[in-house]
């Protein structure tokens, strides 16, 4: 259970112990220590913020979970905001994304969290689309579809894993994700949609596995990086 989790480190080192770690590549205060200090009005202190100041890549967790009255999202966000710190949020509560996060430069970073099932899309609907800050997505193992357009135009995203659970991506899912240089997809997945990775321009690495049966018009058109494709014999429409 991560919800009362202080803070989180993260090293291209994680199974060394930490005092043999040579450098810690992220450190994410969690939603948890956030709103705490959000409570006892600590968290746009001079005292924080100096704190802070003295990391280079450190960010701040931020809960989300369509709810604010109950989670003060909108008034943390704005104190975070204003202090110019990378953003994370942590978005559970919910069986699917929301619109809330279209077009939001200021979000680095995002974790979907239990029971989310759908990250939705649809056209000019993805939750994350034109995110262009946005550089890492952890999905939880409760998503089963990543919806179109999902996170369209997210053109500085690196790394983004996709659980077991995921059975479809579907059209446009990570099209124009420019940075993204690979992508493991699980043996679960069904349905690639069309335009599903197109233009991602960086992408070198993608293997489709064999439980994909369908896969959409130009799902890779344009990923002038990618040297090598194998359609696995599963797949019956393209």
């Known amino acids: ?30 939603s948890f220590t956030t709103r705490m200090l959000y409570n006892n009005g600590s968290l746009n202190s001079d005292e924080f913020t100096s704190l802070v100041n003295n990391f280079n890549n450190l960010y701040v967790e931020i809960q989300y979970n369509n709810n604010n009255e109950s989670s003060n999202f909108e008034q943390i966000f704005e104190i975070v905001l204003k202090m110019k710190l990378k ?27 239990l029971p989310v099932a759908e990250i939705s899309g649809g ?20 998503v ?7 996170f369209y ?3 500085k995203l690196k790394y983004i894993n996709i659980p077991d659970s995921v059975t479809v991506i579907n059209g446009g899912a990570f099209s124009e994700c420019q940075s993204l240089t690979e992508i493991s997809l699980p043996n679960t997945i069904i349905s690639i949609g069309s335009l599903a990775f197109s ?3 960086s ?26 494709f194998t359609i696995p014999s599963s797949v019956k429409n393209i």
């Open 87 to 113: 953003i994370q949020v942590r978005i559970l509560g919910v069986n699917q994304t929301d619109q809330k996060f279209q077009n939001k430069p200021e979000i680095c970073s995002v974790v979907i969290d």
């Open 199 to 201: 233009r991602c321009s």
């Open 123 to 142: 056209d000019g609907k993805g939750s994350f689309e034109k995110c262009s800050s946005l550089e890492k997505v952890f999905i939880s193992n409760s």
């Open 153 to 155: 135009y997210c053109t």
């Open 203 to 228: 992408l070198c690495q993608i293997k489709v596995p064999d439980s994909v049966t369908s896969i959409g018009e130009s799902a890779f058109e344009d990923c002038s990086s990618l040297k090598q």
């Open 1 to 30: 259970d991560d919800s009362s989790n202080f803070v989180y480190l993260y090293s291209n080192q994680m199974n060394e112990c930490l005092m043999k770690h040579v450098k810690i590549d992220t450190i994410v205060i969690s």
């Open 144 to 150: 089963k579809l990543i919806g179109g357009g999902a």
